[in-house]
């Protein structure tokens, strides 16, 4: 695990033709739409006029979204999915050549249609953009995955806003010309990538369409909102994209007014923001340690209103400078601490947002995914077009300068991230106990991802060294995991509260409380039957000396009333730490020597439940430790 780089994923076929047709599409749009605004200066249209129709196109843009969602999500459920994005992709090449028309015969109304229309080939594009992630992608490279994806967007649809926007002012009288080839030549070498990307089946291939828009868009919207943390996952994406649509559509003004610049400081300042997304999304792979590590939103939503409010307090009012370009605008006083925000609030955006994306993937069927993906785009488009009609009535209506309404996004995005924390906290639960592990230890994991089953039912079990056992193992399984702890363990202060958020089953030995006992058996029954994992320490009790104590028949209880496969685990290094039985009471109270201690996760091959016993599982996890305890 140690040694993966998620980049790697770049030289493979599997990964590399969709990253590079995802990134293509994102820039060669935004290319289109800067070059529209550059084509009405080119024009030298009125202000009114110029004013009219920059409002109008992103509204028809995004009005296929509400209207085709539902639709799309369908198709990309029923259809093979790279047949279907090399249908999209066709479809880029004919509405970009109507869009060349627009451009060579200098006819908004033209380039407005062809408009509608990219939005709609980017509606039938977006369920399959993500759905398609876990079909290519092992679960342990979600995180990756989807790292990549939102920087390879973040940086296309800064880099087309430039090229975009630099077309006309380059090329000068022959801009609409290079306008018309620039999009339509990308729109080719997308749709010849897509021709590479291998065969991904169909999620759901005999799902019957519902060609009513209405009724199929409640029913998507219904089904993604089956399971509580998806729900909630898809609420924290669309948040992120009203957050984002409030925060750059205020960029431009606030270049001017508040920094001194031009329109050159605008880009610089969206390009600190899109840097920023794209280093975070990165990040998310080595923070989680390759598993949907959802404890990142929490820190990623309050570093977002962390940067956001020094924002603020950077620059609350306008300046007497002007028309600075970049240069001018690095030697004025306190640029440092506006750049290093921008930075930082793009940085904990991408935090935020990739373990959202890797969440809802991980946990929703295949044969739903595109439907609930779907879902996610018809409620980003209303998110979205909120974010533009608060960010302008806050202005027009309430008189706030930009500096303020960045106030009361920082404010709205800490409510609404406690909101969704508290109505799920797994999130904060996460959050917690991956700030704990990675403070407390460094971690090496060998052969979990390659022998934890991706789905379905399993017994894990491990040697029980330490009180902090539990949280290490739920660091590493790249599932939720359902723990059965010794009930004064469960019961430790703080302790218990994330314990009993991840639905950690507590049990106590008969003599203690057999009512207790066995309800802990029938809760590891049903946790088994609905096909979850569940996670066992047979020897009952911490060890007091170091070594794997005898597994006592519970193990076998387990199996006998459900045969499901074993997972053999072993915790090395463990002995040595803050937290095992070597140290007193009294010992284990100061900040010990061993603080941030090498530890090991070992995991072996599954075995068969049906055919083993508590001594071959305590010999197999034995033979996982070796000699160091």
């Not at 879902?375 to 500096?403: K, Y």
């Not at 039957?529 to 047979?538: D, K, R, S, T």
Request: aromatic residues 10%; charged residues 15%; hydrophobic residues 55%.
């Amino acid at each position: 695990m140690s040694g993966h780089n998620q980049f790697a994923l770049l030289t493979q076929r599997r990964f590399l033709p969709f990253f590079i047709v995802q990134a293509l599409g994102a820039f060669n749009d935004n290319i289109y739409r800067q070059a529209i605004i550059g084509l009405l200066f080119y024009l030298g249209v009125s202000s009114e006029e110029r004013t009219l129709y920059t409002n109008l196109a992103p509204a028809l843009f995004i009005l296929p979204y509400f209207l085709f969602s539902a639709l799309a999500g369908q198709i990309a459920e029923k259809l093979e999915k790279q047949k279907l994005i090399v249908i999209t992709t066709t479809m880029e090449i004919v509405v970009m050549s109507l869009a060349a028309v627009g451009f060579l015969t200098q006819n908004m109304p033209v380039l407005l249609v062809a408009l509608f229309c990219t939005g709609l080939q980017s509606t039938l594009f977006g369920p399959v953009k993500y759905s398609v992630l876990p079909s290519i992608l092992k679960p342990e490279e979600l995180t990756g995955g989807n790292g990549l994806v939102e920087m390879g967007t973040s940086i296309s649809i800064l880099t087309g806003m430039i090229a975009g926007g630099m077309i006309f002012a380059l090329a000068g009288t022959h801009g609409p010309i290079v306008a018309a080839v620039a999009i339509i030549a990308l729109a080719l070498i997308g749709n010849f990538t897509a021709r590479m990307i291998p065969r991904v089946d169909a999620g759901a291939p005999d799902l019957k369409i519902n060609w009513n828009p209405i009724s199929e868009s409640l029913a998507v919207l219904r089904l993604a909102k089956k399971q509580k943390a998806v729900r909630n996952a898809i609420l924290g994406v669309s948040w992120f994209w009203f957050f984002g649509t409030v925060l750059t559509s205020q960029l431009p003004t606030y270049a001017v007014v508040n920094l001194g610049g031009d329109e050159v400081l605008y880009i610089f300042a969206l390009a600190l923001f899109s840097l920023g997304t794209g280093v975070g999304s990165l990040l998310c792979e080595k923070l989680s340690g390759r598993i949907v590590e959802i404890g990142l939103v929490p820190l990623g939503a309050f570093g977002m209103s962390a940067f956001l409010l020094d924002l603020y307090f950077a620059r609350t009012g306008a300046v007497t400078v002007a028309g600075l370009d970049v240069a001018g605008f690095v030697q004025q006083p306190g640029s440092w601490r506006i750049i290093i925000d921008l930075l930082g609030i793009g940085l904990f955006t991408g935090f935020f947002v990739v373990p959202l994306f890797a969440l809802i993937q991980s946990r929703t069927p295949k044969s739903e995914m595109s439907r609930v993906f779907a879902a996610l785009n018809i409620q980003n488009s209303g998110f979205i077009v909120l974010a533009a009609v608060l960010g302008l009535l806050s202005q027009r209506l309430l008189g706030w300068s930009i500096p303020q309404v960045f106030l009361a996004l920082a404010i709205a995005n800490i409510v609404v991230a406690i909101y969704i924390f508290s109505i799920v906290p797994e999130f904060l639960m996460r959050f917690l106990s991956w700030v704990m592990v990675r403070s407390l230890y460094r971690l090496r994991v060998k052969g979990v991802e390659a022998n934890v089953p991706d789905e379905g039912a399993a017994l894990i079990v491990c040697n029980h060294v330490s009180y902090m056992d539990a949280l290490i193992l739920s660091a590493v399984i790249p599932r939720p995991a359902r723990f059965v702890m010794y009930y004064r363990i469960f019961n430790i202060p703080v302790m218990r509260w994330i314990f009993k958020t991840a639905k950690a089953i507590p049990i106590a030995s008969p003599r203690e409380d057999a009512a207790l006992m066995q309800r802990a058996f029938d809760e590891v029954d049903a946790a088994l039957a609905e096909g979850e994992l569940v996670c066992i320490f047979p020897e009952g009790a911490l060890t007091k000396d170091g070594e794997i104590a005898a597994f006592k028949s519970g193990v076998e209880k387990i199996l006998a009333r459900r045969p499901v496969p074993v997972v053999p685990m072993a915790l090395k290094g463990m002995w040595a730490s803050m937290w095992s039985r070597r140290d007193t009471r009294l010992g284990r109270m100061r900040v010990p020597r061993r603080f941030r201690a090498h530890i090991e996760v070992v995991a072996g091959p599954p075995v068969n439940g049906e055919n083993t016993s508590a001594p071959a599982l305590e010999a197999a996890v034995l033979r996982l430790r070796g000699d160091q305890a």
